[in-house]
């Protein structure tokens, strides 16, 4: 008897599998809260870590996760929200010179710059509290649209600019994938929660530039770095995690899933939109893939060829997010081979099924190790891997997920 590409991950064993996983990281996740305020980074085994330091992208993305769990129907989530919209405008928002400064340490700030990159996850928070009608989100969702558009949006170009210095003069030219594609995620978020056309057409313009027009002319690999006019910084090296050098296959899994969301929420959907989401997506998954130790490598070079070899928990759960994806919208037989494959690599070497949560590095055999990060850095990318395949469309997050955790 034949069978779905997507008849697995429409299981009810398989379901059952994706929400204990999500239930175990929101519970695990929730020891997070710093009394103080803000939040702890937790170790492996859940213990706070000693480290002071608080970005804005590890606050506002804790927002966004537990705003989804509420959505889900996980009980506990409003006090965590709560918690980090208050840590936002306590300490993030920089009230001598307006934004959201990037790295506090206790009650000083670390690190002053207004990154874009940090700028859009406060759009994201804002868009999640307001969709479980927090009351500071209205307010929150006012100012960062404020900023956005002043300091961060270039019309022109249909892009954002990357950073300041904390006093809004300017530090450095350099334009990212990075932030332009968190910035896709948030602008899509912004729409479903307020309906403002606006935000989906900025979201459609990036898009356009980055899967429209630079995919097929780098052969399908996305460069992340780019000069100040935008053409492709084919030198650029900088932070080792953030800002590699080369193309990041998991930021590929990530804007083919993006891109299927813009369609489903578009007046208009277009199939061509679905082919080149699959073919931006494939590309990754085939140049990528370590079939010897399983996951994926991080970084290749502009042919394609490996780079840095180390394996991280979250490309492998942003290529489950886009195969899910394309399961629901074009299922295909080898959809549902690598759907399958992934989850596998996911239990095999990632997901802490005894304290919850995924480990975010592997070593060479398979065994944790803390090179790149301490501990277990946030919920964000993990919950969403288990929450994505349970919503039985991808035309939005908040409706879409609306109660799957319920039962």
């Known amino acids: 008897m034949s069978t779905a590409p997507d008849d697995w991950m429409r299981s009810p064993d398989h379901r059952a599998f994706l929400s204990a996983d999500a239930r175990r990281q929101f519970d695990f996740f929730k020891a997070s809260v710093n009394p103080a305020g803000g939040f702890f980074t937790l170790g492996i ?25 509420q959505i889900a129907g996980h009980p506990g989530c409003e006090a965590l929200i709560d918690h980090g919209m208050a840590y936002l405008r306590s300490h993030h928002l920089d009230r001598e010179h307006g934004g959201f400064l990037w790295a506090l340490s206790g009650q ?3 690190d002053g710059r207004k990154l874009a990159y940090g700028h859009v996850f406060v759009l994201l928070a804002a868009s999640s509290a ?21 300091r961060f949006w270039d019309e022109a170009r249909g892009l954002f600019v990357d950073e300041w210095n904390r006093d809004w003069t300017p530090f450095s030219s350099y334009r990212g994938l990075n932030a332009n594609m968190h910035g896709v995620e948030a602008l899509l978020a912004a729409y479903e929660a307020t ?22 002319a780098e052969g399908w690999r996305l ?20 800002r590699p050098a080369g193309t990041t296959p998991g930021h590929s899994f990530e804007l083919a899933r993006l891109l299927l969301h813009y369609d489903a929420l578009c007046p208009a959907s277009e199939e061509a939109r679905i082919a080149t989401a699959r073919t931006l997506a494939y590309r990754a998954l085939e140049d990528a893939w370590d079939a010897e130790r399983g996951g994926f ?11 840095i070899r180390y394996r991280y928990w979250w490309p492998v759960t942003e ?14 037989a080898q959809d549902g081979r690598w759907y399958s494959r992934l989850w596998s690599c996911a239990e095999r070497l990632f997901i802490d099924s005894a304290r919850g949560g995924w480990v975010p590095e592997v070593d060479d055999a398979g065994v944790a190790v803390s090179r790149q990060f301490q501990g ?6 993990s919950v969403q891997a288990a929450l994505f395949p349970l919503a039985p469309s991808v035309a939005g997050h908040y409706r879409e997920l609306a109660g799957v955790l319920a039962c």
């Open 45 to 69: 085994d859940g213990a706070a870590l000693p480290s002071p330091v608080q970005e804005l992208h590890s606050t506002t993305r804790l927002i966004h996760s537990y705003a989804l769990g």
């Open 376 to 381: 277990k850095p946030d919920i964000y990318h």
């Open 297 to 307: 490598v991080y970084t290749l070079d502009f042919d394609g060829r490996p780079a």
């Open 195 to 216: 309906g403002r056309a606006r935000y989906l057409e900025r979201a459609g313009r990036i898009l356009d530039f980055l899967i429209g027009r630079i995919a097929p």
């Open 108 to 110: 000083d700030v670390q």
């Open 130 to 150: 307001l969709a479980v009608a927090h009351p500071g989100a209205p307010a929150l969702l006012a100012q960062i649209d404020d900023i956005l558009d002043t």
């Open 319 to 332: 290529a489950i997010g886009v195969v899910a994806a394309l399961l629901k919208v074009d299922p295909q």
């Open 223 to 242: 460069p992340e770095h780019y000069t100040e006019d935008w053409q492709v910084d084919r030198s650029y090296s900088g932070n080792p995690m953030f």
